[in-house]
């Protein structure tokens, strides 16, 4: 198996792993306020800094939401609508 299709096989698994966790939790979940956004954003925060992930160069969204165990859309979702 050359380099090209290593790299492929490993992108579709981590495709189909993200299609299973959509599906189990949903993408769409959206916050009734402000604060619950923010209290979620907190949780996410801490668990970085305790765990010291951001010294990890490898660290991407994918690989953090299979850490805090939810959906990497929903996680995107978190950071993104940070007030």
Known sequence: MC???????????????????SKRVGTKKEFSNTEQRKNKFD????????NELYLEPEMTLFRLSEKLEINEGYLSQIINKQP
């Open 3 to 21: 380099c090209t299709s290593i790299i492929q096989n490993l992108l579709y698994r981590d495709r189909q792993k993200i299609r299973e966790k």
């Open 43 to 50: 949780k996410i925060h801490q668990f970085v800094l305790q």
